[in-house]
């Protein structure tokens, strides 16, 4: 059974930066396309940032310059590193993983509540 664990979330002010992690339990962790999504109350799930097999990213442009994406393969782990973080990105953070098949999987979220 597959699973996407994401930790990480938690309460920071204004202005600060947190680091999202995603361990998934993927055989060829290296072939799956990686990505993170956020999702606040009543609103549609939207793209956070997404990473490639190849290393590729691609990123909603309001996170251009704050937020970054990056993977370990060795790890089976997917990283977001959020910068500069503001109120209104008060979300839940969710993993995505999908395969060049057409296979995607999510993680159950993770808090991130920006606030002072």
């Known amino acids: 059974q597959v699973q996407l664990v994401e930790s990480g979330g938690g309460l920071v002010q204004p202005g600060g930066s947190l680091r999202l992690s995603c361990a998934a339990s993927?055989?060829?962790?290296?072939?799956?396309?990686m990505g993170w999504y956020r999702q606040a109350p009543g609103k549609q799930r939207e793209l956070v940032e997404t990473?490639?097999?190849?290393?590729?990213?691609n990123y909603a442009d309001s996170m251009k310059g704050r937020f970054t994406i990056s993977r370990d393969n060795a790890k089976n782990t997917v990283y977001l590193q959020m910068n500069s973080l503001e109120p209104e990105e008060t979300d839940v953070y969710y993993c995505?993983?999908?395969?060049?098949?057409?296979?995607?999987?999510w993680g159950q979220g993770t808090q991130l509540t920006v606030s002072s």
């Open positions: 990473i490639t097999s190849g290393g590729s990213t």
């Open positions: 995505n993983a999908h395969s060049p098949y057409g296979v995607a999987y």
């Open positions: 993927l055989s060829i962790f290296s072939v799956w396309s």
